[in-house]
Structure formats: C-alpha cells, structure tokens
C-alpha cells in the first residue's frame, strides 16, 4: 500500500489517496453493465432497493429516454464505499453512437471493468471500448456477466477476449456450474468457494473450502494463474522460484502490481441481475484495481510556453490541476461540469484559472454526483471526480488550474460526426429556443453539432448515428420544450482534395479611407485520411509577423469549413504559406485573412476536389441459412466483405458498407433472416464516393 501521510493528504480529507478507486463500467451494449453497477450500488450500502433496466428502474439510467429504451445513453456518476474505499464510479453506454461518453470518461479514469456476456462473449461494441482504454493507458478487469444464461462458457470468452482483444486474460475466478446450473464461484487466489443466498438477493455470502469435486480443476487453474503473474512480475518470478509458490499476499500484490502496468486483465465470473458475484468484484476493485497514486503522473503544457512540459502529482497540496470531462444541464441547478481533479483542492468559494479563455472564475458551488441526485460538499480532493455548478465558460476538455501556476491538461479528441438532418421550428416564436437549446446540446455533448446552412437557411444538426439524433431530437421536444419539425436522416459527406495547386493571393483596397494591402502565396496538397486539415508556415516570423500569421490561418480556417464541390466541409488538406509580403504601413490582418481566404479557395478548386463518404465497420451475426441472402444484400450496399468467421450462432461477417446505403438496414437484415440475424456497426473512415454515385447526389 502506498504512503498516505500527511505529505499528500490535506487535513480534513476523509478518504486517503491509497483508498480512492477512479473506475469506469465498459462493454457491448446488452452485456449487462448498467445492472452490474446497480448491483455495486446495492452491496455498497448507496441504494436501499434493486433498480431494474428492463424494468425502467435501474437508478444509473437516469434520463427518461434510457429507461424508455432500456439502453444507457449518458455517462452517469456515482460514488460509493467498499471497506472503508471510496469508489467513483462512471457507468457508460454500450451503443456505438454514444461512444464519445466512453471516450471522456475513460481520460479520466484510473480503472476499468469490462463486462462481457457469458453468452456472447467479446462483442463489437466490445473490442471499441477496450481500443479506448489501451489508448488511455487504463488497466482494467474483465467481469464475465450472464454465468447462468444457456449458451455460457466462461472459457470462450476468456479464449476470445485473448484473441479477438488481444488481452493479457489471467482468470483469478472460475464459476461453479455452468449455464442454469451456476452456483457460485471460486477464488483462485484464496482457494474459497462463494455461494450467495437468492432469499436475501445475494446479500449474504457464505465462503467455504472449495468443493472436493473442484480440487483438481481449481488446482490446474490456480497453478496456470500463479505462472502468468510469474511471468509478468520480476519480484513474483523470484519469489517463486524460491518458495516454489506464492503466498495469498504476494499474489494480491503482484497481480496489483500486473494490472497497473496493464500486464494482466484479471477476469471475474457473475450474474449480475441473479446477484451472484459482485461482493468478490467490490473486493478485486479494491485489491488490484490502482489508486490516483499508482498510475503516472498527469503532465500539461505551460500556457504561456507550449514547449514546456509542466507535471502534477497526485498531491492535495500540488498546485491545483483538475479536467471538465462532461458538461450537463440540470432542470433544478442548471449547468454541471463533471470534473476529475488531479492534484490539488478545488475549493467552494475560491478563483481558478480556465487557461482556454484566460479568465479566472468563482467557484459557486461544489456537488458530489450520484446518477441524477447531488450532494453539496466544500472541496474535491486530488484524486476526486465531482461536479461545479454556476461556471458559465467551461467546455469539455478546459482545465481548471491554480492562477499562480497555470497548466493545460491534454484535452480530449473525438470522432467526426457522420449523420445529418434538419430541423425547423413550428413557429417563428420557437426559433430563438431552439438555437437557443441547440447551442446547449452542443456543449453538453462534443460529437453533436449545428450550423445554419447559408444557401437553403436550413438548420442543419449532425451526430454519430441515427439513434444519436433521436435522442436529440426528442430531448429538444422534452427537456427543452421546443416544438421543432425533423428532415429525415442524411449523411455527412466531407470534401477533400486529391491534387496540389500553388496560388498568389493580393488583397489592395482602400476601406474607411485607409489603404488595406496584403500579398502571399499558399499551396494545397491532400493529407493522408483521416489526419485532418493542417496550415504549415514556411515564412520566417520575421518575416511574417504572429498577429498576420494568426489573421491568416483563420481566413484558411473559415475557407475550409464550407467545400468547393457540393458545400460540405473540408478535411484532410494540407496548406503550406510559401511566400508573404508584408508592406510596412498597409499591410494590415483583414487584409491578410480576406487575401488567405480568396487564394485558398482558389487553390482549392485547381487541386483536383474530391467528394468523401462515411464509411461503416459492419458486423453480421447470421445463421448459416440465410448466409446466401445476407451476403448478397451487402453486396448490393456497395460492401465489401472483409472477413468472415464460423461461430455458433451461424456465420459472422465483417464488412466495410457506405453509410449511404445502410439507413433501414436492421429492418432489411431481420425481414432477409426471419428476425434470426443481428447486426452492429460503427464509423471506421471515409473514402472517397465513386464518381457514378456523386454525380446522383444533391448537396442539402
């Protein structure tokens, strides 16, 4: 256990850093991460009933659309308490088109569990989230949910999760029974079996030695464990080469030591909505998953000096450092910024820095989060995820920092949006609130976004699936009040280009009686996919002085946000500034960024513009029998099949499909298969449409 003297922890603070648990729920959707958290919550002493998804009740899916749906949708937080641990749980969706709520929280977790389906095993949905956490650094567990499902094989899944995932899995559970016959479960690491009472809804647990009929599977199990920790842990492997075994104690700390360095993903076993197995998961979250002061330290950027790599530890008396990971509006409140501090005190009352928009702002109120309920408290601590209240400024991804020794925290990324519709108000009285609850969708949610179409005067809102747009749609109805008529779902094209063009842009005029003179030359040239767009300056500063620089990427920026084919947005374009000349008394920044935004379209137009399209990563459960009929259709989507596998439901088939062609599909799939195939997808690129398919669009 780590030091937690006074050096790190503030008087008054109740929960040491060594007791904190910063941990996310992760998984495919269905595989039963919303319960799994009810189930925490209830064992946990914070929840005095079980709440059911398929019920509407479960408390974590808060929002009326997700107990309609019985999917969770926004990313909820709740703390708890385990044995005298705080566990700061975030519970996530499954669905793909909220997977930017996976994505912010996993930035700012120390932890994770995954759950898997027994049944099922690794899942789509699945192997995106893990791809996440992998990108963050996040260690984690994996729970196999769903033990007494038909069809469960805790082995298969393990098997897939080491494949499919490419997973360090070491079981450190094994389940007693399989399928309706699943009983319990066994401890491997302290060789007891776990039987949990269905009268008292789990609650009570009796451990007892393991069955004689397990000695030898136990055995072999808790041997094969004890070699992969070996093989990970220098300190385990001499031990055991010296003792010839590990002790109970060396085991939980080297499998701790394992999972911090994301060397082994211990699994568990369960059900979740049978209550079997979430006592012994409470107690692996609290023995191997890490604590804020055993991941590395955060580092960010001097504001003042991008170069210069500033470091925060997990430190109460660090200067403070702490990230908005999630913006939400609340009916009574009004608007939440979920933050993760990490270092330092953020305090009622007290001024902290926003180093994005320079200003210092008051602290008004400071709440501890449970799904859609608060607690007010007066500091969040190093190592604490809480909300703030009254900060009108904040944006997912600002920093909050200490004025005297400012930093900026590495932000967040997310994926461009790929799905668009209109919308309109019913009358010209609604116009003002829906732009008015647009902008505040837009804060809140980071791959949701709106703009006003300059040809048609449409309102145009775009997301990350058709699913995604429903929601916000029937948010502004509910939530917002706002009477709004919907188009029907369109995709977002982008535009790109494929040649190089190099252009001289002049801007010389005379405007309020003063001469406005500019002269520079720029060159385009296509950018690997998916990159982005990219300004290069090859003038010196000299030369070029920074407040022309700046005047002249944003006349690039705003040229790029509207295309030169059919008005959709550019991207993927790289722009060079070979040339400027700068006069000593004309040369002013609005002539720089109106000459920057006439040469760029320009250059534009002589580089060769290509149209893009969304293109899906598709995934096709279906049964043998209708393999003839599913390959055929996707074919006829313009997809192209990438891989195909036998499984037990049948065939799964991977395909690369437009999203142009995919919009009714799950009707399409269960009508070609008797309602016998299932299907997931999630964005992977864009590609550029056949010229045959551009020519038959309309820009909207």
Known sequence: MNDSSSTLNAEGREHPLDTIRNIGIVAHIDAGKTTTTERILFYSGKLHRLGEVHHGTATMDWMEQERERGITITSAATTTFWKDHQINIIDTPGHVDFTVEVERSLRVLDGVVGVFCAVAGVQPQSETVWRQARKYKVPGLAFVNKADRMGANFERAVDQMREKLKLPAVPIQIPIGSAEDFRGLVDLVEEKAYFFDDESLGADVRIEDVPAELADEVEAARSEMIESVAERDEEALEQFMEEGTLSVDQLKTAIRRCTAAQEMVGVLVGTALKNKGIQPLLDAIVEYLPSPLDVPSTQGKDPKDETKVVERHSNDHDPLAGLVFKIATDSFVGQIAFVRVYSGQLR???????????????????????????????????????????????????????????????????????????????????????????????????????????????????????????????????????????????????????????????????????????????????????????????????????????AITDGIQDALVTGVVRHYAMTDVGVEIVAAEVHPTDSTELAFRSASHVAIREALQGASPILLEPIMDVEVLSPEEHMGDVMADLNSRRGKIRDMEAVEEGQKISADVPLAELFGYTTALRSLSKGRASQSMEPQCYAEVPQAVADSLSAY
């Open 348 to 550: 009622k009352g007290e001024n902290v820095l926003n180093p994005r928009t320079g200003k210092r702002e008051r602290v008004q109120r400071l709440v501890r989060l449970h799904a859609d309920s608060r607690e007010e408290i007066d500091v969040l601590y190093a190592g604490e995820i809480g909300g703030v209240v009254g900060m009108k400024d904040l944006g997912t991804g600002d920093t909050l920092s200490d004025f005297k020794a400012p930093v900026v925290l590495e932000s967040i990324e997310f994926p461009e949006t790929v799905i668009a519709m209109s919308v309109e108000p019913k009358s010209s009285a609604d116009k003002d609130s829906l732009m008015d609850a647009l902008r505040q969708l837009a804060q809140e949610d980071p791959t949701f976004q709106y703009r006003v179409d300059e040809e048609s005067g449409q309102t145009i809102m775009s997301g990350m699936g058709e699913l995604h747009l429903e929601i916000l749609r029937d948010r502004l109805l509910r939530e917002f009040n706002v009477q709004a008529r919907a188009g029907k779902p369109m995709v977002s094209y982008r535009e790109s280009i494929s040649g190089t063009k190099e252009v001289r842009g002049e801007f010389d005029r005379e405007i309020a009686g003063k001469r406005q003179l500019a002269d520079l030359t720029l060159k385009v040239f296509p950018q690997e996919r998916g990159v982005g767009n990219k300004i290069d300056f090859k003038v010196s500063k000299k030369d070029l002085p920074e407040p022309f620089r700046v």
